[in-house]
């Protein structure tokens, strides 16, 4: 969806979406609220890939005196990108579970496995 048209569905211009995408403005939880029933999914959608230091950082945590340093989870763990989630999500559609074990069996192959 082009930020026109996200523009168009949440009443806002353009610039105003590329001013959120940049991070140059804050996310409010009821723009939030309708960006989730634009995009058509859940509001917790958008942390589900949250770093775990970010989550470290989080207000709460720091009011609570909480944050660390070393953080459990390096960010380049494979198991916190979008990526990962969006191909486990995909192999999870195909219905026929012996298609989805050939699948298993090429993505091993491919990346050297056994």
């Known amino acids: 969806m082009s930020q026109e048209k996200l523009g168009e569905c949440l009443g806002l211009t353009f610039q105003q979406v590329q001013k959120y995408e940049r991070g140059a403005n804050r996310v409010g939880a ?3 609220f309708d960006l989730s029933r634009v995009l058509d999914v859940r509001v ?5 890939e949250i770093s775990a230091t970010a989550q470290a950082a989080s207000p709460v945590e720091v009011i609570r005196g909480n944050v660390t340093k070393s953080v459990d989870i390096p ?7 979008r990526e990962t989630l ?5 192999y999870f559609t195909i219905s026929d579970p012996r298609v989805r074990d050939q699948v298993l069996a ?3 192959a491919l990346g050297g496995a056994k």
């Open 30 to 32: 009821s723009r939030l």
């Open 44 to 48: 917790g959608y958008f942390f589900e």
């Open 75 to 81: 960010d380049d763990d494979p198991m916190t990108k």
């Open 86 to 90: 969006e191909l486990v999500r995909a």
């Open 106 to 108: 090429m993505a091993k």
